[in-house]
């Protein structure tokens, strides 16, 4: 089977749930190009779904893609706290767990003491962690032009600069983006950066199994005020 990923995000994602992605798309975020490009072909695929349905069906953001869900012909979701969206969309609920895969990762010399690839732009408590570390510690975050290089062309890092960087990195760090009520937006970071090689610190989220599975993986979970005594 091919497997196409329309992006390094979509490729680890596939990994982790255990296929061997054929072919990365794009470095850039191109789903309303793929949307497009099914909807005009009358595609109903699988989906899998990684982010917080809250922000879909609370924040209302991206109106399109709840209907693009609701035409899928199966939805594979990363969180159980999604569920009881999908009950309320009346949409069928189908969880599926990410995990480690394997990996051989080059060595690198660790000139980096903290690393976090996600956007800051939308969150004030991550700038807050990263700002506060930056005072003591290298602290890197490519796609945001903190601390080093920018990766401004992209809006996404290429499978290759994640592995290196992550070989740099003393620390990948895990902010989560909302405050406590919905915290779970973490397998897609946490375990393709401990496959890589990574030693990971996460801040706990809202859903307890998650923290006790990445701590035996040998991730520090930490609370948000723990971090910021770093």
Known sequence: MKLFCINSSAY?????LG????????????????SWKLRKKNINPTIYQWDPMSNFVDKKLYPGWIGYL??????????????????????????LEMQTFD??????????????????TQSNRRMKVLYHLHKKYVVYSPLNDYGGEYE??????????????????????????????????????????????GKVIAENCDEEWFNEKISKLGVEVMTYNEIMKL
């Open 12 to 16: 680890n994602i596939a990994r982790c």
């Open 70 to 95: 609701k035409k899928a012909s199966k939805v594979y979701d990363y969180s159980k706290m999604n569920k009881k969206h999908y009950d309320k969309l009346g949409i069928e609920f189908n969880f």
């Open 152 to 197: 401004g062309k992209s809006t996404m890092l290429t499978i290759e600069k994640q592995v290196e960087l992550i070989g740099r990195s003393k620390y990948v760090l895990d902010i989560n983006i909302n405050n406590p009520g919905f915290r779970c937006n973490n397998p897609g970071r946490i375990m393709p950066a401990i496959s890589y090689g």
């Open 19 to 34: 296929y061997e992605p054929t072919k990365i798309l794009s470095h850039g975020v191109v789903e309303n190009i793929i």
């Open 103 to 120: 990996f051989n990762p080059p060595k690198y010399k660790k000139d980096i003491d903290f690393l976090f690839y996600g956007y800051i």
